[in-house]
């Protein structure tokens, strides 16, 4: 990925990430050209159609108050995820935003999927990559699972080895879980906290910055440190 990676805890589509999706499209050099955005709602996917039709309309209604020109794009099952209408929509996306919902379902649908491989070559020339909730924490090495109390594969874009969005909301039951993580965590490793209605952005062997209304975390296995507003790190 050559553009900016955007990644939200929470509150995709919703007022409060008004200044900071501004900023995504403030950040593209498009000559005059309105700003293509692609808004996929795969990790929502098994939710049903009404679900899936509240995520598409709230992406469009938010980034055309933006002066983007949006497209919905229905990705929601492998089938979708391969079928051949939505690459141009992908490939010539300034933008491309994934909404939350199940990170596992959203990881298998994408992986390997025409979609998928259609938004690379759309990053590969500096699109944008925007994902809230699951649709950052596919970017680690691997997602945690609260349910199952385990981890699962990401695609490991991020140098992190976990990305945990709602990290100032999760339930003081999972704070074990989020323990235990930490003390997996190798030399050079990292997991990442990003809390609601916030977002960390930044480009890939570049600096990251904060912008939102709380922090990041950066967690190591030695220890942590906490990022707001305006301020900047670096990942390895």
């Not at 003390?183 to 916030?198: A, F, I, P």
Request: charged content about 20%; overall charge neutral.
């Amino acid at each position: 990925m050559n553009g900016l990676i955007n990644l939200v805890g929470s509150g995709e589509y919703l007022p409060v990430m008004n200044d900071i999706d501004r900023y995504l499209l403030d950040s593209l050099n498009l000559n005059g050209r309105k700003p293509r955005v692609a808004c996929l709602p795969t990790a929502a996917g098994r939710e049903g159609a009404s679900s899936v039709s509240r995520w598409l309309t709230m992406g469009v209604q938010h980034f055309e108050a933006l002066g983007a020109e949006v497209s919905p794009v229905r990705v929601i099952d492998r089938a979708t995820a391969n079928d051949p209408q939505w690459e141009p929509l992908l490939e010539n996306a300034d933008l491309i935003y994934f909404s939350g919902g199940d990170p596992g379902y959203l990881y298998e649908t994408m992986k390997d999927s025409c979609a998928w491989r259609a938004a690379q070559r759309a990053w590969e020339r500096g699109a944008i990559y925007a994902g809230c909730s699951a649709g950052a924490m596919i970017l680690g090495r691997r997602m945690p699972s609260f349910r199952l109390a385990g981890t699962q594969e990401g695609f490991g874009i991020v140098p992190a080895t976990y990305i945990v969005p709602h990290f100032d909301a999760i339930p003081g039951i999972w704070k074990p879980l989020l323990f235990g993580l930490q003390r997996q965590l190798r030399k050079g490793e990292c997991m990442l906290g990003v809390d609601e209605n916030t977002a960390l952005i930044g480009r890939l062997g570049s600096e990251w910055v904060v912008k939102g209304k709380s922090e990041v975390h950066v967690y190591t296995r030695a220890g942590k440190q906490s990022y707001s507003n305006g301020e900047s790190l670096t990942l390895d």
